[in-house]
């Protein structure tokens, strides 16, 4: 069997006396789309913000395709190509969707000068494209005039279009549309065809359960349960959500 | 990006560019064809972003003084041949220059109050040095002066955390302290070493436009192009809009802004030197050039730039720098008392603050 793309080991984050995650380990395979569930306060987002490198954790173990990592920080995940997607703060509003989308990546001539109209092409095609977004004009309209939903989109149509190898999708459809959110689950599932992992977070059961490979819930900085799609069910994910491990053990002896 | 990450995997950063699509120059979906309906097309992209309305104010109040001026040649010389090489040329050019430095470094999501000091002492050490080491040597010196102050101030600023007002404005009196402490408290003067070269480098007149202007005109494109086409002009955007959202996707922020403030100080010993030039004379700690700050952020602010990082335009500064000279100069030929002018500049700057707010919201 392959090495998984990323697995951690008994990954612990304490802040101060708080234990906000507790010995969690998981492994997320090349191509696979996790889902990762909890009710708020679960540790969901400290375990995102760990795996992007943004926080550290205080004790654990990454191997990265088998290969342990010594130490997850920015440099390294952008260099794996691990891309996260927050909640909100992805993109400047100031800034065209174009700009917004070669952030940091511009497509320049060798002197560093961007070509904007080739850009500005390439953005177009991929607002049709990746992600279908109702209501956008034009690549160059400024993302500040955008809704919420549409701006999420964008951040997620970037994020696909970079192809990073592991994208971190922190509750990407809660402002989304319903027809916006059925295009971003269906190019999840295409992601998967073309290697790409994906890990999203989310509190819609039914969105996770639609295109994940798997789901692992967590309550109270545990790992409570990771279970493939084939040996699970909706409502069993929803007992293990909302009442915890205790839910899931009355939901498994039937007593639900 | 040249590592290889561990394992079996290439680099993975690579932009996946589906090149059929650049080689047919595809127009984004929804463009007109027709000529006058592009025009309008892309005006709604430039309406609110700072430019184009101070520039109608601009060309309005033009209008007005040739008016005026056609009038009443004598009571309004404003198309006199001095006059008009005396603000186009000079007044304009050192205030445009000074406006985009603290302009750049305001998009980065930065102040400088330090920058009048800061004109004080690169102009006091590009006249020391050139004085006694040549012109070339001098132009370094001052230069390599506004950077590294700048830059000082850019590292604590960074690296402390503290907002840069209080920062900049703490290192401003200890600037210009520094001023009095190379120099002396008698001015700093030009002798021998202004003739030649220097004057016509920097403050000749050519009869219908000086050498300032032809330094806005060469800065300006410069600097047009680094902001708004080169990449590392979108980073100091970006860093300035929303740092969060910049440092996700990994531009490294505390190094965009050491760079906007290393621009900032580059540009303002430059400035310092054309002050030099003209004025011959520099007065350590007087208040000619202190005046210098708070109207170089008026300048970028009539021009449209925010207050609060991330929004900004080459063009809407020098065209601020240029309404609030006009004014002034307007105010003078109206032979209104001195203290009069700061009033209607003070008036003008918080009208460009609220208007720009209001247009904030029409952006699209």
Known sequence: MSEALLRIEGVSKKYGPNTVLNDVSFEIGEGEVVGLLGDNGAGKSTLVKIMSGVVDSTAGDFYWDGQKIDKMNRNVTERLGVETIFQDSALVPQMTITRNIFMGREVTNRFGFMKMK??????ADVLDSVVTIEGIKSPKQLVSSLSGGQAQAVAIARAVHFKRSLLILDEPTSALAVRATEALLGYLTQLKGEGVSSVLVTHNLHHAFQVCDRHIVMNHGKKIMDARREDTSVEELTAAVVEGAVGLARFRAGTF | MSDTPPGRRGPILEVPLPTEAISVRRKPAGEP?????????????????????????????????????????????????????????????????????????????????????????????????????????????????????????????????????????????????????????????????????????????????????????????????????????????AVGGNPAAAEAISIKTKRVKLMSFAIFGGLVGFAAILIAVRTSSIQPGGTATEDFTLF?????????????????????????????????????????????????VGVTIVIAAIFNKLMEGKAR
């Open chain 1, 118 to 123: 080739e850009m500005d092409a390439v953005a």
């Open chain 2, 296 to 344: 170089a952020i008026a300048a970028a602010v009539v021009g449209g730039t925010s207050l609060t990082g991330g929004r900004g335009s080459v063009i809407g500064i020098i065209v601020g720098a240029a309404l609030i000279e006009l004014i002034r100069n307007g105010l003078l030929l109206a032979k209104a008392p001195g203290f009069y002018i700061t009033l209607f």
């Open chain 2, 33 to 237: 064809e027709s000529f006058f309906g592009r025009m309008n097309y892309n005006l709604q992209f430039i309406r609110g972003r700072g430019a184009l309305e101070i520039s109608i104010v601009l060309v309005v109040l033009l209008a007005g003084y040739v008016i005026a001026s056609l009038i009443s040649p004598t009571g309004f010389a404003f198309l006199n041949p001095n006059n008009l090489s005396g603000v186009i040329s000079q007044s304009v050019p050192v205030l445009a220059i000074l406006g985009l430095a603290a302009g750049i470094l305001m998009i980065s999501g930065e102040f400088d109050l330090s920058l009048g000091a800061n004109i004080t002492l690169s102009a006091i050490v590009f006249i020391k040095t050139s004085e006694a080491a040549g012109l070339w040597l001098g132009i370094a010196a001052g230069i390599g002066t506004g950077v590294a102050v700048a830059l000082i101030n850019g590292i604590i600023v960074v690296y402390t955390k503290i907002p840069s007002f209080i920062a900049t404005l703490g290192m401003s009196f200890f600037w210009m302290g520094a001023g009095i402490f190379i120099n002396g408290t008698s001015p700093a003067a030009l002798t021998t070493s202004r003739e030649g070269t220097m004057e016509y480098l920097f403050a000749h007149n050519f009869g219908s436009f000086r050498s300032q202007l032809v330094w806005l005109l060469i800065i300006g494109v410069l600097a047009w192009f680094f902001m708004h086409r080169h990449k590392l002009g979108n980073h100091i955007f």
